[in-house]
């Protein structure tokens, strides 16, 4: 497999409309973690590049928030339809740079696209508010306006939605954007790019600085005063340190951090269902998302029927190449992300885990599924995301026994349960202490609902109406009489 439209595959940076190098000439390779095959190398930009781009961005922020609305959303919508039309030369260089399987990397391309189309709509209704007769003749009218320049730092497991989940309402509101994309993962975002300005998308609305130098440029970002807001996504460690530095300036901030899944399967669930359900939710990108099953909790009673079930399909997942068809599971990003996870099986080993399916002994970057049984809240791996294809499953034996492990955690980004019981369902629901509940549903990520988390899984929403006020001021103006 292999991309139509070789245009897509860019080895620049994007700032101010053009395809730019670093200050300083340096580069650095970007390989498929697959076969450690260099695909290209881009800039390896430094704080003086950022800086430009602040700098830019600052100066088309009056023009672009000014712009009609519906112009905005015309350019947004034409956005998405190419994004579409590249639909599978994006997903090709997306399992090229990050390794996810072909058919998931065609799924990220509709799901990252479906951001853009949404908020082009959106770009249309940021309606304000009248608050009539405040007081004798007096009125008070409420206005929504962009917050400005807005910086954006995103991680690599979903290297192009990760980025439209923010610019879609970003550019949707009005912001101009100075955009980091994981140093691993840069080419998805620089081909969307590319597709932005075939769009119509102004110069220096949206600016890409690629780098190798994470720290640099995320100092510069969150300690810049022309930036008014910072949109993250990645681990809750560079969240916390970003939301410091971010505090000199007093930054607005959204941030979707790290998580830790409950997915909890009651007696009286559907346990085909929930097995089927279990799989999608925790092997999908190699278990390498914030919202993956990160502890399968089972109802004593249902427990040996559902690891049974659970089991056989792990067994016929496929291990591989993510370009060769038919393949579920791809390589994982680094070998520094084999190594923790190894790390967490082998620890959970060592404190008398079995080993039903599977392997700890990966080749190369690639590891055969694994579930784990005879798992307790003491192994690492229940309070730390595993972010691999590893799925333990713990026994509960009443409803609070469940809430309680579930709540058990720092974390509170996605929880699952699976249940018939309609009073159970509203009862768990409501005392799931996270952003996001999936009910009888493994599934749970959509343009149309607030995607995000509580506790130190973040804070902000992104996608659906909320989606937008993250990127909007609220102003009001009182008339006197
Ligand atoms: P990470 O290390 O925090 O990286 C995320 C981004 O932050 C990358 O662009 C990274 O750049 C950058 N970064 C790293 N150190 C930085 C620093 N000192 N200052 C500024 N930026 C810095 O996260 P990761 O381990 O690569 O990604 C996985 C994490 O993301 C997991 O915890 C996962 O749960 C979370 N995640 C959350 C969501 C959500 O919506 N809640 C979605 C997906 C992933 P480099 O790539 O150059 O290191
Ligand atoms: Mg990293």
Request: glycine share 8%; charged share 25%; hydrophobic share 40%.
């Amino acid at each position: 497999m292999s991309m139509k439209n070789k245009d897509l595959l860019r080895s620049k940076a994007f700032v101010d409309g053009k395809w730019t190098d670093a200050h300083s000439g340096k580069t650095y390779d970007i390989k498929n973690p697959a076969d450690d095959s260099v695909i290209t190398s881009v800039p390896d930009m430094d704080e003086e590049d950022v800086k430009e781009a602040i700098e830019i961005a600052d100066r088309e922020f009056p023009k672009w928030s000014s712009m009609l609305a519906k112009d905005r959303s015309e350019i947004l919508d034409k956005w998405y339809r190419l994004l579409m039309d590249n639909q599978e030369d994006l997903a090709v260089l997306m399992t090229m740079e990050m390794g996810k399987p072909l058919k998931e990397s065609m799924g990220e391309v509709a799901y990252g696209a479906s951001f853009i189309q949404w908020f082009s709509e959106e770009a249309k209704r940021v309606y304000g508010d009248v608050v009539p007769n405040h007081a004798q003749g007096k009125r008070i009218v409420v206005i929504k306006q962009p917050v400005g320049v807005t910086g954006i730092i995103t991680p690599w497991n979903f290297p192009l939605a990760m980025i439209t989940r923010k610019v879609g309402p970003a550019l949707a509101a009005g912001c101009t954007v100075v955009i980091k994309p994981a140093q691993d993962t840069p080419l998805s975002a620089l081909a969307a790019a590319y597709l932005a300005q075939k769009a119509g998308l102004p110069p220096g609305v949206l600016n890409i600085v690629t780098s190798n130098s994470a720290s640099e440029i995320g100092k510069e970002l969150t300690t810049n005063k022309l930036v008014k807001k910072i949109s993250f996504t990645g681990s809750t460690k560079v969240g916390k340190m970003l939301m410091e530095q971010s505090a000199s300036t007093v930054k607005k901030i959204s941030l979707e951090l790290g998580g830790n899944a409950p997915f909890v399967v009651f007696e009286d669930a559907d346990i085909e269902a929930a097995a089927e359900g279990a799989i999608a939710c925790k092997f999908r990108n190699a278990g390498q998302t914030c919202v993956c099953a990160n502890r399968i909790l089972v109802h004593d009673k249902v427990y040996d029927q559902f690891v049974e079930k659970f089991s056989e399909k792990v067994k016929k997942l496929k291990v591989g190449n993510g370009l060769d068809s038919g393949v579920d599971i791809g390589p994982l990003i680094n070998d520094s992300a084999v190594e923790k996870v190894s790390e967490l099986v082998e620890d959970a080993l060592q404190k008398g885990a079995k080993l039903v399916v599977g392997s700890n002994k990966p080749e190369g970057r690639f590891f055969d599924p694994m579930v784990l049984t005879d798992v307790n809240d003491e192994m690492e791996m229940f309070s730390k995301e595993i972010f691999g294809p590893v799925a333990p499953v713990y026994r509960f034996s009443s409803d609070e026994e469940a809430i309680e492990l579930s709540n058990k955690t720092k974390f509170g980004l996605a929880s699952y349960f699976y249940s018939r019981d309609i009073g159970r369902i509203w009862k768990v629901a409501e005392s799931l202490q996270y952003g996001m509940v999936g009910i009888n549903e493994g599934l749970i990520s959509t343009e149309v609902a607030p995607f995000g988390g509580v506790k130190e899984s973040g804070m902000g929403r992104e996608g659906s109406k909320y989606g937008i006020d993250e990127y909007l001021n609220i102003k009001y103006m009182l008339m006197g009489g």
